[in-house]
């Protein structure tokens, strides 16, 4: 793979197109991935707007909103960062109620557990319009078994992620270096964008 310089707006054009090069009429699930400092919240919410100008609508939905009770992904303790990577997300959930869902039901959960409280959200579940593109953000999301069409990962290299990383959360470096060795997400992703730099991000191209 290369680098090749871009800037943040075109990475959005390029997610975009990518999303509108299917087929109109049917769901679009895509996930943006990301170490927590690379913010990949931002990129995902600037595509909510390009994405409902061009006719789609969206299904904006947080990771962390899908993420198991606590009772069950800190059962290893508060800093484990094996199950960090393996079961903090509420895969079966996320897939059952929104992913999978939209697809095979016309319908999807904004939420489902206060990342905070730890309580159900009880969110009420909304009908997806024909063509609904789900737009999801979160960190250590790809290979874990989510039913995505698209993912976009926003890559560090580690000394960067080690630098980004609060010294409090030193403990994560783990998870992270586990999630570059098993699941590789830079081959993995369908765009692959470098942000050691933020304001002066790279496209990596295979």
Not at 2 to 13: C, G, L, Q, S
Not at 99 to 118: A, I, K, Y
Not at 160 to 170: G, I, K, M, S, V
Not at 171 to 179: E, P
């Amino acid at each position: 793979m290369h680098a090749e310089p871009t800037t943040p707006d075109a990475v959005v054009t390029r997610v975009v197109d990518l999303v509108l090069s299917r087929p109109a009429d049917r769901p679009v699930r895509l996930v943006v991935d990301g170490h927590p400092s690379t913010r990949p919240e931002v990129l995902a919410d600037a595509l909510v707007g390009p994405l409902e100008v061009a006719g789609r609508p969206v299904a904006r939905v947080r990771v962390r909103d899908f993420w198991r009770p606590a009772s069950l992904r800190l059962e290893q303790g508060r800093r484990d960062p094996d199950a960090l990577l393996d079961d903090w997300i509420d895969v079966g959930g996320l897939n059952r109620e929104v992913l999978t869902s939209v697809v095979h039901r016309g319908r999807w959960l904004p939420s489902l557990r206060d990342p905070v409280t730890d309580r159900p959200t009880r969110a009420d579940r909304v009908e997806a319009a024909p063509g609904t593109v789900v737009v999801l953000d979160g960190s250590l999301t790809l290979g874990r078994g989510l039913d995505v069409d698209l993912s976009v990962h926003l890559a560090l290299r580690p000394a960067t992620e080690t630098r980004n990383t609060p010294l409090d959360e030193a403990w994560r470096l783990a998870a992270y270096t586990r999630y570059r060795r098993e699941v590789a997400p830079e081959r993995r992703a369908d765009v692959v964008v470098r942000v050691d730099h933020p304001d002066r991000p790279a496209l990596l191209v295979r």
